[in-house]
């Protein structure tokens, strides 16, 4: 995923070069090409008063990135110069998405696989722990952000990580969470809340398949790599 980019207060779109512009870019370079903010600033078509289309999207971002699982237009319009027309958007391109997705599940048979599902965080300058849940055909049925923040065993507690696995009637799931520093070594937190969720998975009867730490060079499993006994 690409690094979200920097987002000069009321810069409009018509004022940036065309290949900044983030439909021109999307005609020119392909999808891949654009960051989250310029994906959803093409979606919302245009910004409000008070806020540019990129700055609109970069504000939404902010409130999908805690709970997407959760989004309602309610929610959306709490964002100061989304109304109803543009909230609707959002949410129905969303749950199309996930309607879409959840017809054709991946099947993870390797670390590699879970990455187009959490390489978003990659780029992010906080620590984002992310549950994957996993049915027991090992095919993917929900990914969420857990926490946001510094990654301690305080923080990332049992009954948060393990609280929607259980709604979804998960069999398995997969760890992530970026290192803001670009370091792939797993820190001895990591390492600690790692065995501890292991434990807890166990208890539950719903297995830790995988922890895996991404930065934008790269990821490393942390039990394939033995750094958890």
Do not use: W
């Not at 999207?57 to 027309?85: P, Y």
């Not at 292991?198 to 539950?204: F, Q, Y």
């Amino acid at each position: 995923m690409l690094k979200e980019p920097l987002i000069i207060t009321h810069k409009r779109i018509k004022d940036l070069p065309n290949f900044d512009r983030p439909r021109e870019k999307l005609v020119q370079r392909g999808v891949e090409a654009l960051s989250d903010t310029e994906l959803l600033a093409i979606l919302l078509g245009s910004g409000s008063k008070k806020r540019t289309v990129l700055e609109l999207a970069a504000a939404i971002l902010t409130r999908i990135d805690h709970r997407i699982d959760q989004l309602t237009v309610a929610a959306l319009q709490e964002v100061d110069g989304v109304g109803q027309a543009k909230a609707c958007q959002i949410v129905a391109a969303l749950e199309f998405a996930r309607r879409y997705l959840s017809n054709r599940r991946t099947v993870i048979s390797k670390p590699a696989d879970i990455l187009p599902f959490i390489n978003h965080i990659a780029a992010k300058k906080q620590e984002y722990f992310i549950c994957v849940s996993l049915n027991g055909a090992n095919e993917i049925i929900a990914s969420r952000v857990v926490t946001v923040g510094l990654l301690t065993s305080n923080q990332v507690h049992p009954r948060e990580v393990f609280a929607d696995p259980i709604v979804d009637r998960a069999a398995a799931v997969i760890l992530a969470h970026n290192h803001p520093s670009g370091t792939l070594k797993p820190s001895d937190d990591d390492i600690q809340v790692t065995q501890r969720l292991i434990k807890s998975g166990k208890i539950l009867g719903i297995e830790v398949l995988d922890h895996i730490i991404v930065t934008q060079d790269g990821h490393i499993s942390l039990l394939q790599n033995s750094a958890v006994a």
